[in-house]
Protein backbone atom coordinates (compact mmCIF):
# COMPACT_ATOMS: atom_id res chain seq x y z
CA UNK A 1 0.00 0.00 0.00
CA UNK A 2 1.66 3.41 -1.34
CA UNK A 3 2.02 5.75 1.64
CA UNK A 4 1.16 9.22 1.65
CA UNK A 5 4.73 9.72 2.08
CA UNK A 6 5.70 7.25 -0.81
CA UNK A 7 3.60 9.28 -3.48
CA UNK A 8 5.23 10.25 -6.22
CA UNK A 9 5.56 14.13 -7.06
CA UNK A 10 5.63 13.90 -10.79
CA UNK A 11 3.75 17.12 -12.50
CA UNK A 12 4.68 20.59 -11.29
CA UNK A 13 1.40 21.31 -9.78
CA UNK A 14 1.73 18.54 -7.17
CA UNK A 15 5.21 19.08 -6.56
CA UNK A 16 4.15 22.84 -5.81
CA UNK A 17 1.79 22.40 -4.02
CA UNK A 18 3.97 19.55 -1.73
CA UNK A 19 6.80 22.18 -1.22
CA UNK A 20 4.74 24.97 -0.07
CA UNK A 21 3.14 22.79 2.38
CA UNK A 22 5.77 21.27 3.68
CA UNK A 23 8.20 24.08 3.78
CA UNK A 24 5.08 25.65 5.80
CA UNK A 25 4.95 23.24 8.24
CA UNK A 26 8.91 22.16 8.85
CA UNK A 27 9.55 23.81 12.59
CA UNK A 28 12.79 26.18 11.72
CA UNK A 29 15.38 26.66 14.54
CA UNK A 30 16.60 30.50 13.45
CA UNK A 31 20.37 30.38 14.20
CA UNK A 32 20.95 34.20 14.26
CA UNK A 33 18.32 36.93 15.85
CA UNK A 34 19.00 39.63 18.25
CA UNK A 35 16.17 38.49 20.58
CA UNK A 36 15.81 37.84 23.99
CA UNK A 37 14.20 36.10 26.96
CA UNK A 38 12.23 38.11 29.05
CA UNK A 39 14.55 38.31 31.74
CA UNK A 40 16.73 40.51 30.41
CA UNK A 41 13.33 43.16 30.25
CA UNK A 42 10.97 43.87 27.55
CA UNK A 43 10.17 47.20 25.70
CA UNK A 44 9.15 50.04 26.83
CA UNK A 45 10.78 49.31 30.29
CA UNK A 46 13.62 51.47 30.07
CA UNK A 47 17.15 49.28 29.50
CA UNK A 48 14.56 46.49 28.44
CA UNK A 49 16.64 44.32 25.93
CA UNK A 50 13.38 41.64 24.48
CA UNK A 51 12.02 44.03 21.88
CA UNK A 52 8.59 43.74 20.80
CA UNK A 53 5.28 45.26 19.62
CA UNK A 54 4.01 48.36 17.24
CA UNK A 55 6.29 51.21 18.80
CA UNK A 56 9.83 48.92 18.01
CA UNK A 57 8.40 47.27 15.00
CA UNK A 58 8.06 50.88 13.09
CA UNK A 59 11.35 51.99 14.29
CA UNK A 60 13.38 49.21 13.58
CA UNK A 61 16.38 50.65 12.23
CA UNK A 62 16.42 49.37 8.26
CA UNK A 63 12.88 51.92 8.31
CA UNK A 64 15.10 54.23 10.34
CA UNK A 65 17.27 54.57 7.72
CA UNK A 66 14.46 54.77 5.32
CA UNK A 67 12.39 57.16 6.91
CA UNK A 68 15.75 60.02 6.21
CA UNK A 69 15.12 59.04 2.66
CA UNK A 70 11.70 61.13 2.65
CA UNK A 71 12.54 63.27 5.33
CA UNK A 72 16.14 64.28 4.74
CA UNK A 73 18.63 65.38 7.92
CA UNK A 74 18.23 69.26 6.57
CA UNK A 75 14.67 68.96 7.70
CA UNK A 76 14.82 66.92 10.66
CA UNK A 77 18.13 67.08 11.99
CA UNK A 78 19.01 63.53 13.04
CA UNK A 79 19.73 64.51 17.04
CA UNK A 80 16.10 65.89 17.00
CA UNK A 81 14.80 62.61 15.67
CA UNK A 82 16.82 60.95 18.47
CA UNK A 83 15.34 62.98 21.10
CA UNK A 84 11.60 62.03 20.28
CA UNK A 85 9.95 58.97 22.26
CA UNK A 86 9.80 55.93 20.35
CA UNK A 87 6.12 56.96 20.06
CA UNK A 88 7.22 60.16 18.36
CA UNK A 89 9.83 58.04 16.18
CA UNK A 90 6.91 55.78 15.18
CA UNK A 91 4.44 58.19 14.52
CA UNK A 92 7.14 60.13 12.13
CA UNK A 93 8.03 56.72 10.19
CA UNK A 94 3.99 55.63 9.87
CA UNK A 95 3.14 58.66 8.26
CA UNK A 96 6.02 59.04 6.21
CA UNK A 97 6.66 55.49 5.11
CA UNK A 98 3.20 53.76 5.58
CA UNK A 99 0.93 56.67 5.10
CA UNK A 100 1.86 59.28 2.85
CA UNK A 101 4.19 57.07 1.10
CA UNK A 102 3.22 52.99 -0.67
CA UNK A 103 5.47 50.74 2.36
CA UNK A 104 6.61 48.74 -0.96
CA UNK A 105 10.19 47.98 0.67
CA UNK A 106 10.92 44.86 2.30
CA UNK A 107 11.31 46.00 5.81
CA UNK A 108 7.64 48.19 5.17
CA UNK A 109 6.02 45.17 3.72
CA UNK A 110 7.60 43.31 7.00
CA UNK A 111 5.83 45.00 9.60
CA UNK A 112 2.38 44.79 7.40
CA UNK A 113 2.94 40.98 6.67
CA UNK A 114 3.56 40.75 10.61
CA UNK A 115 0.40 42.84 11.37
CA UNK A 116 -1.83 41.05 8.74
CA UNK A 117 -0.72 37.21 10.05
CA UNK A 118 -1.41 38.78 13.89
CA UNK A 119 -4.92 39.54 12.68
CA UNK A 120 -4.82 43.09 12.34
CA UNK A 121 -5.69 45.23 9.57
CA UNK A 122 -2.35 46.88 7.93
CA UNK A 123 -4.09 49.81 6.87
CA UNK A 124 -5.00 51.59 9.56
CA UNK A 125 -3.69 56.01 9.42
CA UNK A 126 -2.36 56.07 13.15
CA UNK A 127 -0.66 53.13 15.34
CA UNK A 128 -3.07 54.15 18.39
CA UNK A 129 -5.20 50.85 17.61
CA UNK A 130 -1.87 48.90 16.73
CA UNK A 131 -0.92 50.28 20.59
CA UNK A 132 -4.15 49.38 22.09
CA UNK A 133 -3.70 45.70 21.04
CA UNK A 134 -0.51 45.43 21.48
CA UNK A 135 -0.97 46.93 25.60
CA UNK A 136 -3.08 43.51 26.02
CA UNK A 137 -0.47 41.31 25.21
CA UNK A 138 1.66 39.42 27.71
CA UNK A 139 5.71 39.42 26.38
CA UNK A 140 5.91 35.71 27.49
CA UNK A 141 3.03 34.58 26.34
CA UNK A 142 3.69 36.54 23.38
CA UNK A 143 6.90 35.03 22.47
CA UNK A 144 4.93 31.67 22.16
CA UNK A 145 2.04 32.91 20.03
CA UNK A 146 5.09 34.50 17.62
CA UNK A 147 6.87 31.09 17.90
CA UNK A 148 3.75 29.29 16.93
CA UNK A 149 2.88 32.15 14.00
CA UNK A 150 6.55 31.67 12.49
CA UNK A 151 6.90 27.53 13.33
CA UNK A 152 10.03 28.77 14.70
CA UNK A 153 11.27 26.02 17.50
CA UNK A 154 14.15 28.01 19.00
CA UNK A 155 15.29 31.22 18.92
CA UNK A 156 19.12 31.68 19.32
CA UNK A 157 20.20 35.24 20.58
CA UNK A 158 23.18 37.46 19.91
CA UNK A 159 25.25 38.13 23.30
CA UNK A 160 27.53 40.75 22.89
CA UNK A 161 29.77 40.22 26.28
CA UNK A 162 31.50 43.78 25.49
CA UNK A 163 28.35 45.44 25.85
CA UNK A 164 28.17 46.86 29.27
CA UNK A 165 24.34 46.84 29.79
CA UNK A 166 23.90 43.64 28.22
CA UNK A 167 27.05 42.09 30.13
CA UNK A 168 25.68 43.54 33.42
CA UNK A 169 22.55 41.77 32.99
CA UNK A 170 23.89 38.07 32.64
CA UNK A 171 26.15 38.98 35.72
CA UNK A 172 23.43 40.19 38.06
CA UNK A 173 21.35 37.17 37.06
CA UNK A 174 23.04 33.81 36.10
CA UNK A 175 19.78 32.31 34.89
CA UNK A 176 18.73 35.24 32.47
CA UNK A 177 19.21 33.06 29.58
CA UNK A 178 17.46 29.86 30.77
CA UNK A 179 14.61 29.75 28.76
CA UNK A 180 13.96 26.53 26.63
CA UNK A 181 12.75 28.90 23.79
CA UNK A 182 16.16 30.12 23.37
CA UNK A 183 19.68 29.61 23.18
CA UNK A 184 23.20 31.79 23.60
CA UNK A 185 25.57 32.54 21.88
CA UNK A 186 29.00 34.70 22.57
CA UNK A 187 29.21 37.18 20.48
CA UNK A 188 33.14 39.33 20.64
CA UNK A 189 33.45 41.29 17.36
CA UNK A 190 36.12 43.67 19.46
CA UNK A 191 38.76 40.95 19.97
CA UNK A 192 39.29 41.48 16.07
CA UNK A 193 37.72 44.02 15.32
CA UNK A 194 39.92 45.81 18.14
CA UNK A 195 42.60 43.64 19.77
CA UNK A 196 44.01 46.54 21.72
CA UNK A 197 41.21 47.81 23.37
CA UNK A 198 39.44 44.27 23.79
CA UNK A 199 42.49 43.46 25.42
CA UNK A 200 42.98 45.99 28.04
CA UNK A 201 38.94 45.66 28.51
CA UNK A 202 39.78 41.84 29.70
CA UNK A 203 42.56 42.92 31.73
CA UNK A 204 39.60 45.44 33.71
CA UNK A 205 38.07 42.31 34.26
CA UNK A 206 40.54 40.48 36.24
CA UNK A 207 41.65 38.43 32.95
CA UNK A 208 45.97 39.50 32.52
CA UNK A 209 45.76 39.65 28.38
CA UNK A 210 48.33 41.78 27.20
CA UNK A 211 48.30 43.63 23.99
CA UNK A 212 51.58 42.01 23.20
CA UNK A 213 50.08 38.79 24.03
CA UNK A 214 53.23 38.69 26.81
CA UNK A 215 52.89 36.92 29.82
CA UNK A 216 50.02 34.48 30.41
CA UNK A 217 47.99 36.19 27.51
CA UNK A 218 47.39 33.20 25.63
CA UNK A 219 45.84 31.68 28.64
CA UNK A 220 44.19 34.42 29.94
CA UNK A 221 42.06 34.64 26.61
CA UNK A 222 41.38 31.34 26.67
CA UNK A 223 40.17 31.46 30.27
CA UNK A 224 37.73 34.58 29.39
CA UNK A 225 36.12 32.44 26.50
CA UNK A 226 36.05 29.42 28.61
CA UNK A 227 34.32 31.44 31.59
CA UNK A 228 31.67 33.29 29.56
CA UNK A 229 30.68 29.92 26.79
CA UNK A 230 29.89 27.88 30.43
CA UNK A 231 28.39 31.09 32.15
CA UNK A 232 26.05 31.58 28.76
CA UNK A 233 25.92 27.50 27.85
CA UNK A 234 26.68 29.87 24.37
CA UNK A 235 26.34 27.23 21.28
CA UNK A 236 28.64 28.82 19.01
CA UNK A 237 30.87 32.01 18.98
CA UNK A 238 29.99 34.93 16.72
CA UNK A 239 31.46 37.34 15.04
CA UNK A 240 30.80 40.61 13.15
CA UNK A 241 34.04 41.33 10.40
CA UNK A 242 34.85 44.00 8.52
CA UNK A 243 35.29 43.91 4.69
CA UNK A 244 39.13 44.39 5.46
CA UNK A 245 38.96 41.21 7.18
CA UNK A 246 42.22 38.82 6.26
CA UNK A 247 43.59 35.93 7.52
CA UNK A 248 46.51 35.86 8.13
CA UNK A 249 46.27 39.68 8.97
CA UNK A 250 50.33 41.30 9.08
CA UNK A 251 48.28 44.67 9.27
CA UNK A 252 46.08 43.10 12.63
CA UNK A 253 48.92 41.10 14.23
CA UNK A 254 46.89 41.17 17.97
CA UNK A 255 43.73 39.85 15.93
CA UNK A 256 45.48 37.34 14.44
CA UNK A 257 46.96 36.13 17.26
CA UNK A 258 43.76 35.81 18.98
CA UNK A 259 41.91 33.72 16.47
CA UNK A 260 45.25 31.15 16.34
CA UNK A 261 46.30 30.57 19.64
CA UNK A 262 42.96 31.13 21.89
CA UNK A 263 39.78 31.35 19.99
CA UNK A 264 39.94 28.26 17.43
CA UNK A 265 41.49 26.08 19.94
CA UNK A 266 38.96 27.02 22.76
CA UNK A 267 36.55 26.22 19.99
CA UNK A 268 37.94 23.03 18.65
CA UNK A 269 38.37 21.51 22.64
CA UNK A 270 34.42 22.15 22.62
CA UNK A 271 33.15 21.51 19.63
CA UNK A 272 31.90 24.84 18.52
CA UNK A 273 31.70 26.96 15.64
CA UNK A 274 33.05 30.30 15.02
CA UNK A 275 29.99 32.07 13.09
CA UNK A 276 32.22 34.68 10.77
CA UNK A 277 29.65 37.20 9.46
CA UNK A 278 31.79 39.45 7.07
CA UNK A 279 31.47 42.40 5.43
CA UNK A 280 30.11 45.08 7.64
CA UNK A 281 31.54 48.62 7.68
CA UNK A 282 30.06 50.51 10.35
CA UNK A 283 29.13 53.57 10.99
CA UNK A 284 29.78 55.10 7.78
CA UNK A 285 27.01 57.89 8.75
CA UNK A 286 27.31 57.68 12.68
CA UNK A 287 24.10 60.23 13.68
CA UNK A 288 21.88 57.11 11.99
CA UNK A 289 23.39 55.02 15.04
CA UNK A 290 22.44 51.53 14.05
CA UNK A 291 20.88 52.57 10.61
CA UNK A 292 24.52 53.84 9.82
CA UNK A 293 25.95 51.46 8.61
CA UNK A 294 26.95 49.45 5.50
CA UNK A 295 27.95 46.51 3.28
CA UNK A 296 31.43 46.37 1.27
CA UNK A 297 32.79 43.31 -0.59
CA UNK A 298 35.31 41.04 1.59
CA UNK A 299 38.18 38.79 0.79
CA UNK A 300 36.55 35.12 0.79
CA UNK A 301 40.27 33.31 0.90
CA UNK A 302 40.07 34.71 4.45
CA UNK A 303 37.50 31.85 4.94
CA UNK A 304 39.26 29.41 2.13
CA UNK A 305 42.74 29.85 4.70
CA UNK A 306 41.20 29.27 8.14
CA UNK A 307 38.84 26.78 6.61
CA UNK A 308 42.19 25.18 5.50
CA UNK A 309 44.13 25.64 8.61
CA UNK A 310 41.98 24.83 11.02
CA UNK A 311 40.61 21.55 9.77
CA UNK A 312 39.30 20.28 13.03
CA UNK A 313 37.18 23.89 13.81
CA UNK A 314 33.29 24.03 12.52
CA UNK A 315 33.01 27.24 10.31
CA UNK A 316 29.50 29.09 10.28
CA UNK A 317 30.03 31.72 7.77
CA UNK A 318 27.75 34.38 5.86
CA UNK A 319 28.77 37.19 3.93
CA UNK A 320 27.59 40.64 3.79
CA UNK A 321 28.21 41.55 -0.03
CA UNK A 322 26.06 40.31 -2.91
CA UNK A 323 29.62 40.65 -5.08
CA UNK A 324 30.75 37.37 -2.17
CA UNK A 325 28.31 34.59 -2.44
CA UNK A 326 29.47 32.42 -5.98
CA UNK A 327 33.17 32.75 -4.45
CA UNK A 328 32.06 31.71 -0.88
CA UNK A 329 29.55 28.64 -2.37
CA UNK A 330 32.60 27.03 -4.26
CA UNK A 331 34.79 27.38 -1.59
CA UNK A 332 32.04 25.91 1.19
CA UNK A 333 32.72 23.10 -1.89
CA UNK A 334 36.35 22.91 -0.28
CA UNK A 335 35.52 22.71 2.98
CA UNK A 336 32.97 20.72 4.51
CA UNK A 337 33.73 22.45 8.54
CA UNK A 338 32.56 25.16 6.52
CA UNK A 339 28.48 25.83 6.69
CA UNK A 340 27.24 28.42 4.97
CA UNK A 341 23.73 29.95 6.48
CA UNK A 342 21.63 33.13 5.47
CA UNK A 343 20.71 35.91 4.03
CA UNK A 344 22.38 38.40 5.66
CA UNK A 345 20.43 42.16 6.14
CA UNK A 346 21.24 43.66 3.05
CA UNK A 347 20.91 40.73 1.67
CA UNK A 348 17.20 39.67 2.78
CA UNK A 349 15.79 41.02 -0.15
CA UNK A 350 13.28 38.81 -2.17
CA UNK A 351 15.13 39.26 -5.25
CA UNK A 352 18.79 38.79 -3.72
CA UNK A 353 17.40 35.58 -0.97
CA UNK A 354 16.04 33.82 -4.26
CA UNK A 355 19.35 34.60 -6.40
CA UNK A 356 21.19 33.09 -3.46
CA UNK A 357 19.20 30.12 -2.63
CA UNK A 358 19.08 28.93 -6.56
CA UNK A 359 22.79 29.37 -6.65
CA UNK A 360 23.41 27.40 -3.32
CA UNK A 361 21.07 25.11 -3.52
CA UNK A 362 22.57 24.31 -7.11
CA UNK A 363 26.46 24.50 -6.12
CA UNK A 364 25.91 22.76 -2.70
CA UNK A 365 22.61 20.98 -2.40
CA UNK A 366 20.60 20.33 0.21
CA UNK A 367 24.22 21.20 2.76
CA UNK A 368 22.87 24.95 3.40
CA UNK A 369 21.08 26.79 5.94
CA UNK A 370 19.49 28.55 3.59
CA UNK A 371 18.17 31.79 5.87
CA UNK A 372 18.19 33.14 9.38
CA UNK A 373 15.98 36.14 10.81
CA UNK A 374 18.28 38.04 12.24
CA UNK A 375 14.87 39.54 13.64
CA UNK A 376 15.81 42.35 16.20
CA UNK A 377 12.58 42.76 17.22
CA UNK A 378 10.72 39.76 18.24
CA UNK A 379 7.46 40.13 16.42
CA UNK A 380 9.54 40.24 13.43
CA UNK A 381 9.93 36.77 13.39
CA UNK A 382 6.57 36.55 12.04
CA UNK A 383 7.42 38.14 8.26
CA UNK A 384 11.35 36.99 7.99
CA UNK A 385 9.94 33.37 8.18
CA UNK A 386 6.76 34.26 6.21
CA UNK A 387 8.52 35.80 3.54
CA UNK A 388 11.88 33.83 3.22
CA UNK A 389 9.45 30.70 3.35
CA UNK A 390 7.72 31.14 0.26
CA UNK A 391 11.06 32.02 -1.82
CA UNK A 392 13.05 28.70 -0.40
CA UNK A 393 9.90 26.80 -1.53
CA UNK A 394 9.55 28.45 -4.96
CA UNK A 395 12.93 28.12 -5.71
CA UNK A 396 13.13 24.12 -4.22
CA UNK A 397 9.93 23.48 -6.62
CA UNK A 398 11.74 24.95 -9.54
CA UNK A 399 14.84 22.57 -8.49
CA UNK A 400 12.83 19.51 -7.71
CA UNK A 401 10.86 20.37 -11.04
CA UNK A 402 14.38 19.80 -13.00
CA UNK A 403 15.70 16.89 -10.74
CA UNK A 404 11.84 14.91 -11.77
CA UNK A 405 12.79 15.88 -15.16
CA UNK A 406 15.68 14.51 -15.17
CA UNK A 407 14.08 10.96 -14.29
CA UNK A 408 14.15 10.90 -10.65
CA UNK A 409 11.09 9.46 -8.79
CA UNK A 410 10.53 12.74 -6.12
CA UNK A 411 8.41 11.41 -3.46
CA UNK A 412 6.84 13.54 0.05
CA UNK A 413 9.44 12.10 2.19
CA UNK A 414 12.12 13.52 -0.28
CA UNK A 415 10.69 17.00 0.31
CA UNK A 416 10.40 16.21 3.69
CA UNK A 417 13.51 15.41 4.80
CA UNK A 418 15.46 17.94 2.63
CA UNK A 419 13.33 20.71 3.94
CA UNK A 420 13.95 19.16 7.47
CA UNK A 421 17.30 19.44 7.17
CA UNK A 422 17.59 23.13 5.33
CA UNK A 423 15.70 24.26 8.13
CA UNK A 424 16.32 23.35 11.01
CA UNK A 425 18.61 19.66 11.15
CA UNK A 426 21.51 21.05 9.36
CA UNK A 427 22.41 23.53 12.06
CA UNK A 428 21.93 20.99 14.62
CA UNK A 429 23.90 18.17 13.33
CA UNK A 430 26.56 21.14 12.69
CA UNK A 431 26.35 21.75 15.95
CA UNK A 432 26.34 18.24 17.32
CA UNK A 433 29.25 16.87 15.02
O1 LIG B 1 26.04 42.29 13.25
C1 LIG B 1 24.93 41.75 13.13
O2 LIG B 1 24.57 40.71 13.75
C2 LIG B 1 23.96 42.42 12.18
O3 LIG B 1 22.86 41.56 11.97
C3 LIG B 1 23.54 43.74 12.80
O4 LIG B 1 22.96 43.46 14.07
C4 LIG B 1 22.59 44.55 11.94
O5 LIG B 1 22.38 45.81 12.56
C5 LIG B 1 21.24 43.89 11.75
O6 LIG B 1 20.40 43.96 12.60
N1 LIG B 1 21.07 43.30 10.58
O7 LIG B 1 19.91 42.67 10.30
ZN1 LIG C 1 22.59 40.14 13.32
Known sequence: ??????RLLLERPVIEAAVHRIVADQPVTDLHTHCYTPRFGASPTPGGLLLWGIDELVTYHYLVAEVYRVVPATELPYEKFWAMSKIQQADHIWKHLFVENTPISEACRGVLTTLKLLGLDPNEKTLEPYRRWFSQQNPSDY????????????????????????????????????????????RIDPLVRDWPG??????????????????????????????????????????????????????????????????????????????????????????????????????VQAVVNLCREFPRNKFLVTMLARENQHELCVAARKFGNMLVFGCWWFLNNPVLIEEMTRMRLELLGTTIVPQHSDARVLDQLIYKWDHSRKIIAKVLTDKYADTVAAGFRLTEAHVRRDVAKLLRENFRAFLAR
Open 1 to 6: MTTHAD
Open 198 to 299: AAAKLRSWGFDAREDFSGKTVEEVRRFLRRWLDYMKAIYVAMSLPPEFKFPDPNNVGGERFIRECLLPVCAERGLPWAMMIGSKLRVNPPLGDAGDMVAKAD
Open 143 to 186: IDRVMQIANVDSITMTNPVFDDAERAIWERDPKVGDDPRFTAVL
